[in-house]
């Protein structure tokens, strides 16, 4: 897909930007509405919460400013680009270039050890030299004894570590984090949460983040509200 | 009971959730393929043995000297067979001033029950619709000729007078003696008392023809066998002609080797598919250790539930299989020129039995370990694996194939051939696969980004790698042995049936006579005319013991009869080797004279005979006693002259002989007849066209029915290797969709794919092909009786369709990645 032709020239200085943002979804009970009229925009550099009880839409808002999935209605701008103008290889394209993203559940590829799995990106995008600054990155997140080591040898905090280093590695516009201390225990979600402010504030990326935690809500710029679907207060 | 309870709840939720679609959909796949290749080789060999029960006009015949009694007929309509009845004895026939003497066949109601007479009426060959009318007879071209009778002309049998109405071009059981030289002349039965030549003291012979469906035949043939009086032979196929029943025989093996193809298919199939099963319940498990399920609720409910999937998969891939057959066979009637007879209920049995076999050899094992999840699982969820041991999978299922295998070959040398083969291509798989993840390892610092992420999936998943690699390299070697036996046999039937097959047989050229009749057979085109001596002889003794029928009776029918029969030994100088080949032993030096015989490794082995056994023949009243030093394996095919013995020139010579030979002619040509009987009146020119022609279509038809269920098997194969490859991709999948997030393009995911699957499928068809080779080999000579030339061709076969396989299958996932938005792709796979 062709990205000029999906340029925004009216998007300025946002980041992302959701406007009249709606998703539905067929059930064999009916329509089941799981977010409706969404608008807001995200400025270059800001840190934005996205908070809401379990249900009411917040992962897969954050779902559809990815471009992992598709809206029902509205559109997402993401990095100047229309969504809706791209196709999936325009989306992984786009993301591949200036997306990172970070999991609740880490989603390390099982079969890459921790060195491979940062390099992964930079190698999807056609860089030559992806071991130097994949370990750069690794030693950065304190992991660079760990490099040879595969995704079941390493703790959970260990693991969400490389996923830092696999998102900041290739250094995003956007950086998008889903729950990214729900599988871990306080101590190690704490210093998963300071690793992941600091190495943000060193790179200056856009940072959109999911939580039910309103402490890590509270270390944001701006917290938005989804209530059963919809922006309660942004 | 509350274990089952809960596997009939737990299969109905899987179920509804398409937990287990994927292993039903393999299982019912598997069996599908299995009843349906069943049913098929089944309703094929069923119509092969009918169509060659035409050369007995029956199914099976009850012979006898003294007129057949009341109790074989009840015996018959209890079993449910039709019956006709024919007498024959010789007389006088005379047409005009010709008398000759002529062979009689009074032909009962309804006879032949297989089969049909080709006659002509003066308006071209056609079918006959039944026995000749009452008043008429019939009367074999040949004979129409000796006498010089006309269609339409009187001829006198005994007291009655007949008109000639047709002339017979073809017997359905010509082929059973076509030495007879005879005219022979086909009346109705209730004609004969009229004609005074039946009477107390002719020397007659009495037929009892039957036919039935299925095995009706063989259970009154079993049933006979302890009641035959005096003078009673029975007759069934294993009397037919050797050329024929080889034919048939290499058929059988063929279709046996197609139904074991089918359960290896099924077999590599549900083991992939249980794999993936025992892994997705993971969870589940460690969930349900956690609330409280002890080990052996938890192995109750899954293996009650493996048992309940296993009746569902079979039954439904009973039905698909019954219903595949159903729509196909139709056509495979079509082509083979005639009526294909329904099936038993056998394959039905066979289905469920083979779903049952491979789901609780292969599904059972890993569903047990699923007992040994630790609860800690469900907080961590690369806690406990619980792989079951690999031994324990490769035991189970290796046996349960065994026991299958067994039970379906028919023949233990193919059965125990192919375990052989299985057992050494699942090391040899194996071992290169530990051999590729080895290199893969290394390589991997080379490469990069997708091609990086693919290779290393192959080494990350050892025992996944290995399992796939041996499961798909086993699917496809057993693909590859089918079609390189099958190019074998078809290649075979058509050198052996050469379109020059000799079609005159010349018989009883006295010595004195032989340099003429080759001179005469030059002028008419032969070459190189070969004559043999031909020395009647009735078997005598063995190893210093007199031997009779009943000496060999307990060794079947088939024994007894040739023991008690006369047969022809010839001497030769050297051995023809174009159609035969010495299996034991080692033939005479041309010029030795030594007294010793080859025997035909088929009678050798219908005897019991080995080599050094020393046989002795009554020829004439003198006896004659040799050693056997060779066997021979014979391709009657050739319809060249061959003999059951051979002695070395020499032995023989104080014996009278006289001579035979063969000769092609054109079809109608008379001209070698003519010359040769007008100058040697006492040499037989015998027209064997009908027989090969009848012997020819036999083995037409086997090719067609060998064709058929050879294609129908490879894309049942192909089917199930696909599914089976695919049953494998939900961490593919998962993996995909992270990559998809990561910013992988849909061509960088098809190559992150492709490289893995380029390994998995070059190794497996690779080592696929050489096996393939090597058994289609030692079944080639074992089974089929015939000799093999390596094929290497295969190799690149092999390895094409290996990657082929799997490289479509991979793309197929891949396109659901590509298609669907990573989100979904996560949630679906998640949930």
Same mark, same amino acid.
């Given at each position: 897909?062709?990205?000029?032709?999906?340029?925004?020239?009216?998007?300025?200085?946002?980041?992302?930007?959701?406007?009249?943002?709606?998703?539905?979804?067929?059930?064999?009970?009916?329509?089941?509405?799981?977010?409706?009229?969404?608008?807001?925009?995200?400025?270059?550099?800001?840190?934005?919460?996205?908070?809401?009880?379990?249900?009411?839409?917040?992962?897969?808002?954050?779902?559809?400013?990815?471009?992992?999935?598709?809206?029902?209605?509205?559109?997402?701008?993401?990095?100047?680009?229309?969504?809706?103008?791209?196709?999936?290889?325009?989306?992984?394209?786009?993301?591949?270039?200036?997306?990172?993203?970070?999991?609740?559940?880490?989603?390390?590829?099982?079969?890459?050890?921790?060195?491979?799995?940062?390099?992964?990106?930079?190698?999807?995008?056609?860089?030559?030299?992806?071991?130097?600054?994949?370990?750069?990155?690794?030693?950065?997140?304190?992991?660079?004894?760990?490099?040879?080591?595969?995704?079941?040898?390493?703790?959970?905090?260990?693991?969400?570590?490389?996923?830092?280093?696999?998102?900041?590695?290739?250094?995003?516009?956007?950086?998008?984090?889903?729950?990214?201390?729900?599988?871990?225990?306080?101590?190690?979600?704490?210093?998963?949460?300071?690793?992941?402010?600091?190495?943000?504030?060193?790179?200056?990326?856009?940072?959109?983040?999911?939580?039910?935690?309103?402490?890590?809500?509270?270390?944001?710029?701006?917290?938005?509200?989804?209530?059963?679907?919809?922006?309660?207060?942004? | 009971?509350?274990?089952?309870?809960?596997?009939?709840?737990?299969?109905?939720?899987?179920?509804?959730?398409?937990?287990?679609?994927?292993?039903?959909?393999?299982?019912?796949?598997?069996?599908?393929?299995?009843?349906?290749?069943?049913?098929?080789?089944?309703?094929?060999?069923?119509?092969?043995?009918?169509?060659?029960?035409?050369?007995?006009?029956?199914?099976?015949?009850?012979?006898?000297?003294?007129?057949?009694?009341?109790?074989?007929?009840?015996?018959?309509?209890?079993?449910?067979?039709?019956?006709?009845?024919?007498?024959?004895?010789?007389?006088?026939?005379?047409?005009?001033?010709?008398?000759?003497?002529?062979?009689?066949?009074?032909?009962?109601?309804?006879?032949?029950?297989?089969?049909?007479?080709?006659?002509?009426?003066?308006?071209?060959?056609?079918?006959?619709?039944?026995?000749?009318?009452?008043?008429?007879?019939?009367?074999?071209?040949?004979?129409?000729?000796?006498?010089?009778?006309?269609?339409?002309?009187?001829?006198?049998?005994?007291?009655?007078?007949?008109?000639?109405?047709?002339?017979?071009?073809?017997?359905?059981?010509?082929?059973?003696?076509?030495?007879?030289?005879?005219?022979?002349?086909?009346?109705?039965?209730?004609?004969?008392?009229?004609?005074?030549?039946?009477?107390?003291?002719?020397?007659?012979?009495?037929?009892?023809?039957?036919?039935?469906?299925?095995?009706?035949?063989?259970?009154?043939?079993?049933?006979?066998?302890?009641?035959?009086?005096?003078?009673?032979?029975?007759?069934?196929?294993?009397?037919?002609?050797?050329?024929?029943?080889?034919?048939?025989?290499?058929?059988?093996?063929?279709?046996?080797?197609?139904?074991?193809?089918?359960?290896?298919?099924?077999?590599?199939?549900?083991?992939?598919?249980?794999?993936?099963?025992?892994?997705?319940?993971?969870?589940?498990?460690?969930?349900?250790?956690?609330?409280?399920?002890?080990?052996?609720?938890?192995?109750?409910?899954?293996?009650?539930?493996?048992?309940?999937?296993?009746?569902?998969?079979?039954?439904?891939?009973?039905?698909?299989?019954?219903?595949?057959?159903?729509?196909?066979?139709?056509?495979?009637?079509?082509?083979?020129?005639?009526?294909?007879?329904?099936?038993?209920?056998?394959?039905?049995?066979?289905?469920?039995?083979?779903?049952?076999?491979?789901?609780?050899?292969?599904?059972?094992?890993?569903?047990?370990?699923?007992?040994?999840?630790?609860?800690?699982?469900?907080?961590?969820?690369?806690?406990?694996?619980?792989?079951?041991?690999?031994?324990?999978?490769?035991?189970?299922?290796?046996?349960?194939?065994?026991?299958?295998?067994?039970?379906?070959?028919?023949?233990?040398?193919?059965?125990?051939?192919?375990?052989?083969?299985?057992?050494?291509?699942? /090391?040899?798989?194996? /071992?290169?696969?530990?051999?590729?993840?080895?290199?893969?390892?290394?390589?991997?610092?080379?490469?990069?980004?997708?091609?990086?992420?693919?290779?290393?999936?192959?080494?990350?998943?050892?025992?996944?790698?290995?399992?796939?690699?041996?499961?798909?390299?086993?699917?496809?070697?057993?693909?590859?042995?089918?079609?390189?036996?099958?190019?074998?046999?078809?290649?075979?039937?058509?050198?052996?049936?050469?379109?020059?097959?000799?079609?005159?047989?010349?018989?009883?050229?006295?010595?004195?006579?032989?340099?003429?009749?080759?001179?005469?057979?030059?002028?008419?085109?032969?070459?190189?005319?070969? /004559?043999?001596?031909?020395?009647?002889?009735?078997?005598?003794?063995?190893?210093?013991?007199?031997?009779?029928?009943?000496?060999?009776?307990?060794?079947?029918?088939?024994?007894?009869?040739?023991?008690?029969?006369?047969?022809?030994?010839?001497?030769?100088?050297?051995?023809?080797?174009?159609?035969?080949?010495?299996?034991?032993?080692?033939?005479?030096?041309?010029?030795?004279?030594?007294?010793?015989?080859?025997?035909?490794?088929?009678?050798?082995?219908?005897?019991?005979?080995?080599?050094?056994?020393?046989?002795?023949?009554?020829?004439?009243?003198?006896?004659?006693?040799?050693?056997?030093?060779?066997?021979?394996?014979?391709?009657?095919?050739?319809?060249?002259?061959?003999?059951?013995?051979?002695?070395?020139?020499?032995?023989?010579?104080?014996?009278?002989?006289?001579?035979?030979?063969?000769?092609?002619?054109?079809?109608?040509?008379?001209?070698?007849?003519?010359?040769?009987?007008?100058?040697?009146?006492?040499?037989?020119?015998?027209?064997?066209?009908?027989?090969?022609?009848?012997?020819?279509?036999?083995?037409?038809?086997?090719?067609?029915?060998?064709?058929?269920?050879?294609?129908?098997?490879?894309?049942?194969?192909?089917?199930? /290797?696909?599914?089976?490859?695919?049953?494998?991709?939900?961490?593919?999948?998962?993996?995909?969709?992270?990559?998809?997030?990561?910013?992988?393009?849909?061509?960088?995911?098809?190559?992150?794919?492709?490289?893995?699957?380029?390994?998995?499928?070059?190794?497996?068809?690779?080592?696929?092909?050489?096996?393939?080779?090597?058994?289609?080999?030692?079944?080639?000579?074992?089974?089929?009786?015939?000799?093999?030339?390596?094929?290497?061709?295969?190799?690149?076969?092999?390895?094409?369709?290996?990657?082929?396989?799997?490289?479509?299958?991979?793309?197929?996932?891949?396109?659901?990645?590509?298609?669907?938005?990573?989100?979904?792709?996560?949630?679906?796979?998640?949930?």
């Amino acid at each position: 897909m062709n990205h000029a032709s999906a340029r925004s020239t009216a998007s300025g200085q946002a980041a992302v930007r959701a406007v009249k943002l709606d998703k539905r979804v067929s059930l064999p009970s009916g329509e089941l509405t799981i977010l409706e009229g969404i608008d807001f925009t995200i400025r270059a550099g800001e840190r934005v919460a996205i908070v809401g009880a379990s249900g009411s839409g917040k992962s897969t808002l954050l779902s559809l400013l990815a471009g992992l999935d598709v809206p029902s209605g509205g559109e997402v701008e993401l990095a100047g680009e229309r969504l809706s103008a791209l196709d999936e290889d325009g989306r992984a394209k786009l993301r591949g270039e200036r997306v990172g993203f970070v999991f609740q559940a880490f989603q390390l590829l099982p079969s890459l050890n921790a060195l491979e799995n940062v390099m992964l990106p930079l190698e999807l995008r056609g860089e030559r030299d992806a071991r130097g600054p994949a370990k750069a990155v690794l030693e950065a997140v304190g992991l660079g004894e760990r490099l040879n080591h595969y995704p079941r040898q390493l703790s959970g905090g260990e693991q969400q570590r490389v996923a830092l280093a696999r998102a900041f590695v290739a250094r995003p516009q956007v950086l998008f984090a889903d729950e990214p201390t729900g599988n871990l225990d306080t101590h190690t979600g704490e210093a998963v949460i300071k690793l992941l402010f600091r190495m943000n504030a060193e790179s200056g990326t856009t940072l959109v983040l999911v939580t039910h935690d309103p402490a890590l809500a509270a270390r944001c710029d701006r917290t938005l509200h989804i209530d059963a679907g919809r922006l309660v207060a942004a | 009971m509350t274990g089952l309870r809960l596997a009939w709840r737990f299969l109905r939720r899987d179920l509804r959730a398409g937990e287990v679609r994927v292993l039903l959909a393999a299982l019912a796949l598997a069996v599908t393929a299995v009843t349906a290749v069943s049913f098929l080789t089944e309703r094929a060999e069923r119509a092969l043995v009918l169509e060659a029960n035409r050369l007995l006009g029956g199914d099976a015949v009850l012979r006898a000297d003294e007129p057949i009694g009341e109790a074989p007929r009840a015996l018959a309509r209890a079993a449910g067979l039709a019956q006709a009845e024919t007498w024959q004895f010789r007389s006088m026939l005379r047409a005009g001033n010709d008398l000759k003497l002529a062979e009689v066949r009074g032909l009962g109601e309804g006879f032949p029950l297989r089969g049909r007479y080709r006659i002509d009426e003066g308006t071209g060959e056609r079918d006959a619709a039944g026995i000749p009318a009452a008043g008429t007879l019939w009367l074999t071209r040949a004979g129409a000729e000796r006498l010089g009778a006309q269609l339409g002309q009187t001829l006198r049998l005994g007291r009655s007078e007949f008109r000639l109405a047709a002339l017979v071009a073809e017997e359905p059981d010509a082929a059973m003696d076509y030495f007879n030289l005879a005219p022979r002349v086909f009346v109705r039965l209730d004609d004969l008392p009229a004609t005074g030549l039946v009477q107390e003291g002719s020397r007659m012979a009495y037929r009892l023809v039957v036919a039935g469906e299925g095995g009706q035949a063989q259970r009154f043939v079993d049933a006979m066998q302890g009641r035959l009086e005096r003078g009673q032979r029975l007759e069934t196929m294993a009397d037919a002609r050797p050329e024929v029943r080889s034919a048939l025989d290499r058929a059988d093996r063929f279709l046996g080797l197609a139904a074991l193809v089918a359960v290896i298919l099924a077999a590599v199939a549900v083991a992939m598919a249980a794999r993936r099963h025992g892994a997705r319940h993971l969870d589940g498990c460690a969930v349900l250790r956690c609330l409280g399920a002890s080990q052996r609720l938890i192995s109750t409910i899954h293996v009650g539930e493996v048992v309940l999937l296993g009746a569902l998969g079979s039954a439904l891939g009973v039905a698909g299989g019954f219903l595949a057959q159903a729509m196909v066979v139709g056509w495979l009637g079509e082509v083979m020129g005639i009526a294909v007879p329904p099936a038993g209920w056998q394959p039905v049995a066979q289905g469920f039995a083979v779903g049952f076999a491979v789901l609780l050899a292969f599904a059972v094992p890993p569903v047990l370990a699923l007992r040994r999840v630790p609860a800690l699982r469900v907080l961590r969820r690369d806690a406990g694996a619980a792989e079951p041991g690999a031994f324990t999978v490769l035991a189970a299922g290796f046996l349960g194939i065994a026991a299958l295998m067994l039970w379906r070959a028919g023949s233990p040398t193919l059965a125990l051939t192919l375990l052989a083969g299985l057992a050494a291509t699942f /090391l040899a798989l194996a /071992l290169l696969a530990l051999a590729l993840v080895a290199l893969l390892a290394r390589l991997r610092s080379r490469l990069r980004g997708p091609w990086r992420y693919g290779l290393a999936n192959v080494s990350r998943r050892r025992a996944a790698a290995v399992a796939q690699v041996a499961s798909l390299g086993l699917g496809l070697m057993a693909i590859l042995l089918l079609t390189l036996v099958r190019t074998d046999l078809i290649e075979r039937w058509q050198a052996s049936l050469p379109a020059d097959a000799p079609n005159r047989f010349l018989i009883n050229v006295q010595p004195d006579q032989l340099e003429g009749v080759r001179g005469l057979l030059r002028r008419h085109g032969e070459t190189a005319p070969e /004559l043999f001596p031909m020395v009647r002889a009735r078997l005598a003794r063995v190893n210093g013991a007199a031997v009779t029928g009943e000496t060999y009776a307990a060794r079947g029918e088939r024994a007894r009869h040739l023991a008690e029969r006369e047969f022809n030994l010839s001497a030769v100088d050297a051995l023809r080797e174009s159609d035969n080949a010495v299996v034991a032993g080692a033939f005479w030096a041309r010029g030795d004279a030594s007294p010793q015989l080859s025997v035909e490794q088929g009678m050798a082995e219908t005897f019991g005979w080995k080599l050094g056994d020393v046989v002795g023949f009554d020829i004439a009243g003198s006896h004659f006693e040799a050693p056997i030093t060779s066997l021979r394996r014979v391709n009657w095919e050739s319809f060249r002259p061959n003999f059951f013995v051979l002695t070395p020139v020499g032995p023989l010579q104080a014996h009278s002989a006289s001579y035979l030979s063969s000769a092609r002619v054109a079809a109608g040509d008379a001209s070698l007849t003519r010359d040769l009987v007008g100058t040697y009146p006492n040499v037989s020119v015998i027209d064997v066209d009908a027989v090969v022609a009848q012997v020819r279509r036999t083995a037409d038809q086997v090719s067609v029915a060998v064709e058929y269920v050879f294609h129908f098997t490879l894309l049942a194969g192909v089917l199930v /290797l696909l599914a089976s490859v695919s049953a494998s991709q939900d961490e593919r999948l998962l993996e995909g969709a992270v990559m998809r997030v990561l910013g992988a393009r849909t061509a960088q995911l098809r190559l992150a794919h492709a490289s893995e699957f380029l390994a998995i499928g070059a190794i497996a068809g690779l080592v696929a092909a050489i096996a393939a080779s090597v058994i289609s080999g030692v079944i080639a000579v074992q089974v089929f009786e015939q000799a093999w030339l390596p094929d290497w061709r295969m190799a690149a076969l092999g390895s094409g369709l290996g990657v082929g396989i799997v490289v479509l299958a991979g793309l197929v996932a891949t396109r659901r990645i590509a298609r669907m938005p990573p989100a979904q792709t996560l949630r679906a796979l998640a949930g």
